[in-house]
């Protein structure tokens, strides 16, 4: 059976008579001269990928021997490429990028996979690969490619007994039990997935962080996890509990202006980086949620994340502190809290310190305009977070491409400095000229056979990726090479299901929240439609609270004649926003509490719109259904009926958040559902 094990890095035979023929032509045997563990990696990723691309050995060489052969290497390990003067061109592409070249070696045509340090060789030799996988031309190559974001991190949520918080693909993968002693192939096959679409960092544990983690027992699990993913330029980090020095130190405070929690620190992190050389720092939740913090001593965030920072700083660490703070002991709007805790803070923060904020000002909602911290701290490298788990958005069973939303997210436009101030120019620091850059991906990987439960999961991740690495790229474009690598080449495959991809975000968006509304899943599992909660524990929990519903009309007023959440974006931005007339439909009900019986762009009143969103939703679903249906013996069986199946589910929960939210939001607009959409059940 088939059941997605492999992810997109299938090296079937190519299908395409002619294409093949070429590719074989084309490809007589690898040349790698260096010798490294991740040149190694690189040789046998090449050698199993083009062997079985092309159904025939490819023989390995230390030097030329054939015309039509592939090099790989760097200058400075390899006589060959240092032959071709590419010094000019690969200057450009720093530590991570790669050439991959027509050229002309010692008389022989060659594929010249090329780069200035050995990772740079492994990622072009995923390019390369990608390319014959995608049955694109290999005979005229010149391509460039560098990451616009220096790191591009998987955050996992993984707690210490296995379990992941907002998992839906079973356990997690670091087996900390049989860590150190046992290597699962697992870890290298994650390893490969993530650096074949440019993934150098992975944060192994829980932002609700474990201080166990940070100890002995489990730093020497942690290094063998380090060992296993070096080769492949995967870079680990941990979370660290600001709790720490009381729990494990025995210290009577981990205030940070504390020079013995200072000293703490600054051992612990050398402890660390003794098992592992190349650790990448700490991930910070703090303040939030109940989690400790520099606030528990009266400090503010920068100061919690500078010490930290202080002590990884020695060794070329990095601090990625979170920006996902709110308390309901704050009256103000939820959604202005971060932005005023931080703003301020602006300027304060050491070198080696990112702010790490969440693609929306709430919480990973189906949609969110962009949030506004972002432009807002120009003196602050400031990260995005964006969750490739899909914790508001159907989790494990619901069909929804990702891409569309990160996308809209980073190409929204921040006005920080005028026209085209985008966010993914604040994030890729040339906004303000920031060298340290990052974006982190929430992962929605796990145990389960495939990865990610859902075998369209697959697809967000390696849209993540493919984004970190280059935010240009078109949805469009990820997922049909995505889907060309996981699946099939046959188009008649492929055109299909690649629309299907690019409108399953909104299709979503439509039966759950529509026109702007948010958070009204089912009370703190965010699993299944809950508008109505409203007495549970605290009212920034509640639905109520972010949809306001009532006789007269629906939707959180973020205006100056509400919250004036509003205000805390530039001015260009807040004109958009600003006047319900003007406001994109999308977004409206987030700003705006609007009249049950107002015009909508469509003509028809908005609680007609409404229903007409929900219905629509469905619709889509079954369109979805109907798509999919269509390709059935295009793929192997296995995964067919895993998408068909979720397919149903999909559909059945669709009608649930449409019939629950209507018949919900009728008691209040008490009106007619539209007489041409299908009555909810
Ligand atoms: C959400 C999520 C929590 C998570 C939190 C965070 O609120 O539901 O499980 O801990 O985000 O990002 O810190």
Redesign the pocket.
């Known amino acids: 059976g088939d059941d997605g094990y492999r992810l997109w890095q299938r090296y079937d035979k190519v299908q395409d008579a002619e294409k093949l023929k070429n590719y074989q032509q084309s490809v007589s045997e690898l040349v790698i001269e260096g010798n490294s563990p991740t040149l190694s990696v690189a040789q046998k990723e090449l050698t199993v990928g083009l062997t079985g691309l092309l159904g025939k050995a490819v023989p390995v060489s230390q030097r030329l021997t054939q015309q039509s052969a592939v090099v790989a290497g760097t200058p400075a390990n390899s006589a060959l490429i240092a032959s071709l003067n590419l010094a000019e061109r690969l200057n450009s592409l720093g530590d991570e990028g790669y050439l991959i070249l027509t050229a002309n070696t010692n008389g022989k045509k060659s594929t010249v996979i090329a780069a200035n340090t050995d990772i740079g060789v492994l990622y072009g030799s995923f390019h390369f690969l990608r390319l014959l996988q995608t049955q694109q031309s290999i005979s005229n190559l010149s391509i460039a490619s560098a990451p616009k974001i220096k790191h591009r991190v998987l955050n996992h ?1 993984d707690n210490l007994d296995r379990t992941v ?2 998992g839906y693909a079973g356990f997690s993968l670091w087996d900390w039990h049989k860590l150190p002693d046992y290597i699962d192939q697992r870890y290298i096959d994650y390893a490969r997935a993530n650096a074949s679409i440019g993934i150098n960092g992975t944060v192994l544990t829980n ?2 962080a474990n201080a166990l983690v940070l100890t002995k027992e489990y730093l020497v699990k942690v290094a063998a996890l380090a060992d296993a993913f070096r080769p492949y330029g995967l870079r680990v980090y941990l979370t660290a509990r600001f709790s720490a020095p009381i729990e494990l130190g025995g210290l009577k405070t981990a205030d940070p202006l504390d020079p013995q929690v200072q000293a703490w620190w600054k051992d612990k992190t050398e402890e660390i980086y003794s098992y592992v050389p190349d650790f990448g720092g700490f991930l910070v ?1 703090a303040n ?2 109940g989690q400790p913090g520099p606030q528990n001593y009266g400090r503010n965030h920068a100061d919690g994340a500078n010490m930290l920072a202080d002590a990884v700083a020695p060794r070329g660490g990095i601090v990625m502190w ?1 920006a ?1 703070v709110y308390d309901d002991k704050e009256p103000d709007d939820r959604a202005k809290q971060a932005y005023n805790e931080f703003k301020p803070l602006d300027g304060t923060f050491r070198k080696n310190v990112l702010v790490q904020v ?1 693609n929306g000002a709430i ?2 909602q189906p949609r969110e305009p962009f949030h506004p911290l972002f432009g807002a701290m120009p003196q602050t490298p400031i990260m995005m977070e964006f969750q490739i788990t899909q ?1 508001y958005l159907g989790q494990g069973t619901h069909l929804a491409y990702l891409s569309p939303l990160f996308k809209e997210v980073l190409t929204s436009d921040t006005y920080a400095k005028g026209k085209g101030s985008t966010v993914a120019k604040v994030i890729d620091g040339t906004l303000d000229n920031h060298t340290l850059t990052g974006i982190a991906g ?1 992962s929605n990987i796990g145990n389960d056979r495939n990865w990610t439960g859902h075998q369209f999961g697959q697809a967000n991740w390696y849209s993540f990726g493919r984004l970190a690495w280059d935010h240009t790229l078109s949805s469009e474009a990820i997922a049909d090479e995505w889907l060309k690598m996981t699946f099939t080449n046959n188009n008649q495959f492929v055109a299909p299901v690649k629309n299907m991809m690019l409108g399953s975000h909104e299709a979503l968006v439509n039966y759950m929240t529509p026109l702007g509304l948010h958070h009204i899943m089912g009370w703190s599992h ?1 699993y299944g439609p809950g508008p109505w909660i409203k007495d549970k524990h605290r009212a920034d929990w509640t639905s109520v609270y972010y949809h306001r519903a009532d006789e007269e009309g629906i939707g959180f007023d973020r205006t100056a004649t509400g919250s004036n959440a509003i205000a805390q974006y530039f001015p260009p931005v807040q004109k958009q926003f600003r006047v319900i007339k003007k406001c994109p439909e999308k977004y409206l009900l987030w700003f705006h509490h609007v009249k049950w019986n107002r015009k909508m762009d469509s003509g028809r009143i908005l609680w007609d719109e409404l229903c007409h969103r929900y219905s629509g939703g469905v619709d889509s679903v079954r369109q979805m259904q109907q798509t999919w249906n269509t390709v059935q013996g295009l793929i192997d069986q296995e995964r067919f009926d895993q998408v068909q199946s979720f397919l149903k589910i999909q559909e059945k929960e669709a009608k649930w958040w449409r019939d629950a939210c209507l018949l919900y939001f009728q008691t209040f607009s008490k009106r007619p559902i539209p007489q041409d959409l299908e009555k909810p059940a």
Do not use: C, L, P, Q
Request: hydrophobic share 30%.
């Open positions: 949520w918080e907002r932002v609700n939740k939030s949620e979170r996902f969440k919480d990973f914790e929430v965010h």
